[in-house]
Every structure is written in structure tokens, then in C-alpha cells.
């Protein structure tokens, strides 16, 4: 058992990146499991959820940390069963934006904190950086929900377009296809845009610091 958790452990970073890239071709699992395209969203959510489980290791973090995990599951499946409750929908938005805000915080610090330039960091950037891009996502999909019409997107319609734009944003991709047109809409893609950019920047310069100094 130990052995697992040890294993479990040391590969923890590989189990959230792949649980993110999953969450990213949701409409190419949506195109195969036409059928039910709501489950998939939702088992995809809930993967990233489970998988971010593993990465708090402060004890003191640790009762907080799964409190918010487990009620973001609960309220992603009771609004799963309770279809088009607005309530539940911004539970859930809060939800998820307190738990992955949260776990990307622990994700960072970590990767200040460590002492090492390995295969592990890069792991760990990179589901750093598709957190923010989560995180912008959820926040985009909120002020579409509480403040209607906030983006013109064309006929692009469900929450995965808010996810879609939160990583063109970040990456100061811009294809102009969905556009923020309130000004709580244009100054949260500002910021995004930013956080992106400093986020590459201070990580480029922590992995060269890491790596001058095992050298």
C-alpha cells in the first residue's frame, strides 16, 4: 500500500495534466458520446477534480482542501440531475472557482518552493498554466451568467466556450471569434491576458534559476 501511495505520489502531476488535456477535448468526446454530451462534461469535471486531489500536502490544508473538493463534486452531479437550475449553476461556478483557485495557489508554491529542475516541475508548470486557464474559464462563464450578453460569440452556444476563450486569451492568441463586450467582460480578458503572460515569464525564470544552481 505504501508503495502505491508512494508511486501514487511521485506521478501525481502526470494524473492532473492528462486529467486537464482530457477536460480540453471534451467536443471531440462529445462528437463520439453524442448521446449523452451532459454526463461527458461532467465525468470530464469531475476527473480534474480527483486528480487535483493529490496535490495538497500541508496538513493544515488538507481538511479545507477535500471539505471543497467533495461539496464542488456534490453540486456538479446535483446540478447535472437538476437541469437548467440557476442556483445549483452558480453554486457550482463558485464552487469550482474556490477549489481550482486554490489548488493552482498550492501548484505554484510548489513549484517556487522546489528545490529541483526535473521531470516533475515541468509537469507541474504545465498544469499550472491550463489551471489558469480553467479558472479564467469559470469566471468568464459567471459574468456571462449573471451579466447576460457579456460576450458576442456567433452561434457558438454551451459552457465550453468560455474555456475556449479563457485559453486563446491567456495564450494572446485573439482570433476575434468571440468578442467581450461588457466592460466587467473586457477587464477580466485584460487580466487573464496578463496573468498569462507573467505566468510563462516567472516560470522560464524559476527553471533557469533551478537549473544554474544543480549545475
Request: proline share 2%; with cysteine; charged share 10%.
Amino acid at each position: 500500500m505504501k508503495i502505491l501511495k508512494h508511486h501514487l505520489q511521485e506521478r501525481k502531476f502526470l494524473f492532473v495534466l492528462l486529467s486537464l488535456v482530457n477536460f480540453l477535448l471534451t467536443p471531440i468526446h462529445l462528437l463520439i458520446f453524442s448521446s449523452i454530451p451532459a454526463l461527458i462534461v461532467v465525468i470530464n469535471f469531475s476527473l480534474v477534480i480527483l486528480a487535483g486531489i493529490s496535490i495538497c500536502k500541508e496538513e493544515r490544508f488538507k481538511v479545507i482542501y477535500y471539505a471543497i473538493a467533495v461539496v464542488t463534486l456534490i453540486i456538479i452531479w446535483l446540478e447535472y440531475m437538476s437541469v437548467g437550475n440557476f442556483n445549483l449553476h452558480v453554486a457550482r461556478l463558485i464552487a469550482s472557482l474556490f477549489f481550482f483557485s486554490f489548488l493552482c495557489f498550492m501548484m505554484i508554491k510548489d513549484l517556487v518552493q522546489s528545490k529541483f529542475f526535473d521531470l516533475q516541475s515541468i509537469l507541474g508548470a504545465l498544469a499550472g498554466y491550463l489551471f489558469i486557464g480553467l479558472i479564467g474559464g469559470i469566471i468568464f462563464e459567471f459574468i456571462d451568467t449573471v451579466l447576460p450578453r457579456s460576450f458576442s460569440h456567433g452561434e457558438a452556444i454551451g459552457g465550453y466556450i468560455y474555456y475556449y476563450f479563457s485559453f486563446i486569451s491567456i495564450t494572446t492568441v485573439g482570433y476575434g471569434d468571440i468578442t467581450p463586450i461588457t466592460p466587467q467582460a473586457q477587464s477580466v480578458t485584460l487580466i487573464m491576458s496578463i496573468i498569462g503572460q507573467f505566468y510563462l515569464a516567472i516560470v522560464v525564470a524559476l527553471f533557469v534559476g533551478k537549473y544554474l544552481n544543480k549545475k
